[in-house]
DNA sequence: CTATCCCCTG
DNA sequence: CAGGGGATAG
């Protein structure tokens, strides 16, 4: 079965991937035993993962609007935002480890998504967060 | 019919 | 996080 170390290093996984495929999980945990239960279990894991993050950052680029930013490019995800830290604590709880830049670039991708359409009232049509998650 | 995903709960 | 329903793709 899965343990809490798994636990925590698919959460530091989440970092390089939000969606990663069984294939990269079965290499990834090599020393799990993978039946039906714990696939699912794992790919369970990761939804959470991506419920917790992406809500997140809808709540900060809800802030932004009413905060009235204007320019998109003025949102930028860096190691001192609130969000960033935020994140950090759900997935790095022993802030032992350090985060790739390149999740910083695609949370920075991803707020700035949430914040167009956000602003533009356009949250109203269902499944407007599925055109968000296509493009990370 | 199986695997995954999203959404909502507890 | 785990469960379960509804929707979808193969």
């Not at 239960?37 to 809500?55: A, D, G, H, P, V």
């Not at 998109?72 to 935020?86: A, I």
């Amino acid at each position: 079965g899965l343990t809490a170390q798994h636990l925590k290093k698919s959460k530091l996984m989440f970092f390089f991937t939000r969606y990663p495929c069984v294939t990269t999980l079965k290499s990834y945990f090599s020393d799990v035993q993978f039946s039906r239960s714990t696939t699912s279990q794992l790919i369970k894991w990761f939804s959470n993962f991506r419920e917790f993050y992406y809500m997140q950052i809808e709540r900060f680029a809800r802030e932004a609007v009413c905060d009235g930013v204007e320019e998109t490019t003025d949102l930028v995800v860096d190691r001192d935002s609130e969000l960033f830290h935020v994140l950090n604590i759900h997935y790095n709880k022993s802030n032992d480890f350090q985060i790739p830049q390149r999740f910083l670039e695609v949370t920075t991708t991803a707020l700035r998504e949430f914040f167009g359409i956000v602003r533009c009232n356009n949250d109203l049509e269902t499944g407007w967060k599925k055109i968000i998650y296509k493009v990370i």
